[in-house]
């Protein structure tokens, strides 16, 4: 059974800071994985979305990075801002349509 | 349009009360989907359609009902609720059944008294 787990649950940065999250899954055999932000009591909007066989895609100020065969993956944010304040997820696609979701990690941007 | 309307934003209904969830994109997207999100818990999947069929049942209980009367519109019919079904329902969608990037509405609170 596939899990997603997000280390840490809870991040507090000074605005300006260049930042990492991290995603970890058990099962090395997927089709993509997505991240996403959401921001408190809404949905959620697509970030970046890297395939099985890349190793990184780049929007912006972000950049999400996958290593399959250790079943980790990162999402740098550069410059942090307080607008980057949301909780972000990671979603690993096993087919069929099903994603599986981490728990999220909360970011607070402190101006 | 790269939007997925879902209306109501709020809705507040009784045990013995129907209502229903209506989602709508117009992005051309071939698979739609339900999803449940209790308060600080990632989303699960409940139903998915692919090309206005019911592809996934997530074994959700009878009490929610989905249709999918053309590809551009997602219903979600609620009979019967309990209190523990109080949480946001997203819907989302996709330009094929496989693989590709969510878009997600902004969801439904939904509570249950």
């Known amino acids: 059974k596939q899990e997603v787990t997000q280390i840490p649950a809870a991040l507090s940065v000074p605005e300006g800071e260049n930042l990492v999250l991290n995603c970890s899954f058990t099962?090395?055999?997927?089709?993509?994985l997505q991240w996403f932000r959401q921001d408190p009591g809404k949905g959620l909007t697509s970030l970046l979305l890297?395939?099985?066989?890349?190793r990184e895609q780049t929007s912006g100020r972000l950049n999400a990075s996958l290593d399959k065969s250790s079943g980790r993956s990162t999402l740098y944010i550069a410059a942090s801002q307080p607008g980057d304040s949301a909780t972000y997820l990671c979603?690993?696609?096993?087919?069929?349509?099903?994603?599986?979701f981490g728990q999220g990690t909360r970011l607070t941007i402190n101006p | 349009d790269t939007e997925v309307t879902q209306t109501p934003k709020h809705l507040v209904m009784g045990m013995t009360n129907k209502k229903s969830l209506k989602c709508e994109q117009h992005?051309?997207?071939?698979?739609m989907y339900w999803y449940k999100q209790k308060a600080k818990k990632p989303p699960e999947l409940m139903f998915v359609?692919?090309?206005?069929?019911?592809?996934i049942n997530e074994s959700v209980p009878s009490r929610f009902s989905p249709e999918c009367p053309n590809s551009s519109l997602l219903n979600l019919h609620l009979h019967a609720l309990q209190p523990e079904d109080s949480a946001l329902y997203l819907c989302?969608?996709?330009?094929?059944?496989?693989?590709?990037?969510?878009?997600f509405g902004s969801g439904t609170q939904l509570s249950v008294l």
């Open positions: 989302a969608s996709s330009q094929g059944p496989v693989n590709e990037k969510l878009f």
């Open positions: 099962d090395s055999a997927i089709y993509n």
């Open positions: 890297i395939q099985s066989s890349q």
């Open positions: 979603a690993v696609s096993r087919g069929a349509q099903k994603l599986v």
């Open positions: 992005m051309g997207h071939r698979a």
């Open positions: 359609y692919s090309y206005e069929k019911l592809s």
